[in-house]
């Protein structure tokens, strides 16, 4: 069961962090999954409680979503309270999708090694037992390649005073956990476990990966201008127009997603993209009706439905109601606020 007063599993990670900087410089990058690419990949890792994991992982830009759950055992849809005997074989683990043309299964890995202690063999501090040790379950040859290699190099390294045991195995199957561990630390933000030991945990975690979290809040007017181009500026935030035909995606069929250009929100499919004869973009529809917003526009004397990112409000362009099937619908969109995103 879990117990209270649990002891950070932190402890070395200033020194692993920057042996691992070391080791990077060294890393070659493999290919991952060069012969079935795909949008969306999986990861299984085990490191101690996984109400931890999923907190830290959930956060990450380009993961798509973590489940907790048992994984590496042998007895079916086991209970927590079978997990935690220690008799099952399984380990506590998190289930992670992510975009790997986002987020890569290396700084994954990085991840991984650099929020728990992979040095000490079935525990993670006062969490004892085979639940709780550390493996990676890898999903294909690429992804076991590039674990049993960067274990290697941080063992050489020196990042941590005793060998590295975590174990790397081919994943079999996950069963994923009772619905009150899902989502723990984020539904539970008082309880004192999450007090005491995860949220000072997610502090160091969030300051040492910075720059790979996902971005909740929509950029400033001030931020924009640094970023965008005098045109995509014009559109996204002057609500201006650009000019038919001479603009990026008019006629381009590349396979991919559309984000938006100021916040990166995805907002269009190529799935949904047509030809309407205008020299704009043309979608029939959005990628989810939450992404954009539709207001009345009035401006040069006609009524129309402007459309704007539902994240940072740039203007996108307007919806017409003279588009193709199934929709009947006409998203008539800049190319300046757009970003495609080529799915491989
Ligand atoms: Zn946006």
Redesign the pocket.
Known sequence: MKIPERVAWWAGVGAAALAFACAEKKAEPLPMKSTSPAAEETATFGAGCFWCVEAVFEELDGVLSVESGYAGGEVENPTYEQVCSGRTGHAEACRITFDPARIGYEKLLEVFWKTHDPTTLNRQGNDIGTQYRSVIFYHDEGQKVLAEKIKKELDASGAWDAPIVTEIRPFTRFFKAEEYHQDYFRRNPDKAYCRAIIAPKMEKFRKAFRDALKDER?PSKEELKKKLTAEQYYVCVQRGTERPFKNKYWDFKGKGTYA?V????ELFGSDTKFDSGTGWPSFYDVLNSDRVTKTTDRSHGRVRTEVS?S????HLGHVFDDGPEPTRLRYCINSAALEFREKK
């Open positions: 929509p938006c100021a916040c990166g929100r990112c994240k940072c409000g740039s």
